[in-house]
């Protein structure tokens, strides 16, 4: 498919083509606009229907002063990006609306879930080639739903729920099902199977596609550890199945983590390089829960800073409603372990000796002038690299964070 003309600004811009309209955009506009930071700025698809009349207003009077004729509006205008791709199957659409949006973004993030598409194969073939050419490409994938994204904020769970809400075809017009609501069908699960009469059932949530969808998740980093353990739990105990065929399985906190100015840490993944001049570097990566540091460069690997954290209760979060509760964690302890690693020489350096031995908690490390978020894995690994490589959707962008920019949001 032919480019278009690069027409980017010079502030650096992700991008974001959302399979859903309403919950994904939602939350990344909201995600955005409660940090610290104005170092980037966001393009996200598709767009709401308000900004598309904006736009089309703004154009079509710019023609009629032009042209002397009368203003026509359009009250149902398709995103322009989307719509391009309305002729190939989902989620491929997506995945190629996202690689036609690199040309006005310095970085682009697609989002899809599992939807029973028929294009899955031809989408992660699409992938394949478009992360060859664009490290800065990502795809993140929830499964049932980006619903269940959310539920991890409140709780961990590797439920295989069966949809975002229960519904039923009439007509071929969908009929929901209003599960925990005051007037539910006689076919509502009562929370079983769907994810919202679930959370309905607890009190999370009451609708998940509205503007609210931000602000009702209670804290991003129960969020983002949670989905880590659920992503883990998948590759573990599904180990035959690709990524698309299962449920659950998150990786969308990368999304989380990036916005926030961080990496993460996780087996498997290419080491970080970071270049010490004249062809030398340092590198670190990570073998199950330990970190794996390489010197090749007179200059020393001297110390890290670890910093140890634990999920905040739900007492906490409710002590000081005055801070952003998104944000807020609970700092245990911060250790300096000393490396003294020179050239030729490696360590280790084991997490779970540092307070990473249960499933509430996790660590910040600080890798020249980058943080990155590191977990322990609470399961025995029994997957090779090979293995993984063969069912990994995603490849972690750390070596793109490092290189190309710096995002410092929070201490």
Not at 36 to 56: A, C, M, N, W, Y
Not at 155 to 161: G, L, P
Not at 250 to 256: A, D, F, G, K, M
Request: glycine share 4%.
């Amino acid at each position: 498919m032919a480019r278009n003309v690069d027409t980017r600004t010079s502030r650096y811009t992700i991008g974001f083509v959302c399979e859903g309209e309403k919950s994904e955009p939602f939350f990344i506009k909201r995600l955005h606009a409660s940090l610290t930071t104005d170092s980037f700025g966001i393009l996200v698809h598709p767009k709401t229907q308000e900004e598309l009349r904006e736009e089309q207003e703004e154009t079509s009077e710019q023609s009629a002063r032009k042209e002397g004729t009368k203003q026509v509006k359009n009250h149902r205008i398709p995103d322009p990006l989307l719509h391009s791709y309305n002729g190939v199957k989902l989620p491929t659409n997506w995945v190629l609306a996202g690689e036609e949006l690199l040309d006005t973004c310095n970085e682009v993030w697609v989002l899809f879930d599992k939807d029973g598409h028929s294009d899955v194969l031809r989408a992660f073939a699409e992938i394949d080639r478009i992360r060859k050419i664009h490290p800065n490409y990502n795809v993140v994938f929830s499964s049932r739903c980006f619903e269940y994204y959310m539920l991890m904020h409140y709780e961990y769970s590797a439920k295989a729920y069966e949809k975002a809400e229960c519904n039923h075809k009439n007509n071929k017009k969908t009929v929901l099902e209003h599960c925990c609501t005051d007037h539910p069908s006689p076919n509502a699960c009562d929370g079983s199977l769907c994810i919202n009469g679930h959370a309905r059932a607890n009190a999370y949530w009451e609708e998940s596609k509205n503007n609210q969808v931000y602000d009702v998740c209670r804290n991003l980093w129960w969020g983002v550890l949670n989905s880590f353990h659920v992503k883990w739990h998948s590759l573990l105990t599904y180990k035959t199945q690709m990524i698309y065929e299962r449920n659950p399985y998150l990786n969308i906190y990368h999304l989380t983590l990036r916005m926030l100015g961080m990496g993460c840490l996780e087996p498997f993944e290419p080491a970080i390089r970071r270049d010490r001049g004249a062809g030398t570097y340092h590198t670190l990566s990570r073998v199950g829960n330990k970190l794996h540091f390489e010197c090749y460069s007179n200059a020393k690997i001297h110390q890290i800073e670890f910093r140890e954290y634990r999920l905040l209760t739900d007492a906490e979060l409710k002590a000081n409603e005055s801070q952003d509760q998104h944000f807020r964690s609970c700092l245990i302890q911060t250790h300096t372990i000393v490396l003294n690693v020179t050239n030729g020489e490696s360590a280790d350096v084991d997490i779970s000796q540092y307070g990473l031995d249960a499933m509430d908690k996790y660590g910040i490390i600080e890798w020249d002038g980058i943080d990155y978020f590191v977990a322990p894995i609470c399961e025995p690994i029994t997957i090779g690299q090979a293995e993984y490589d063969a069912q990994r959707v995603e490849h972690v962008d750390s070596m793109l964070l490092k290189q190309q920019y710096k995002v410092v949001v929070r201490n």
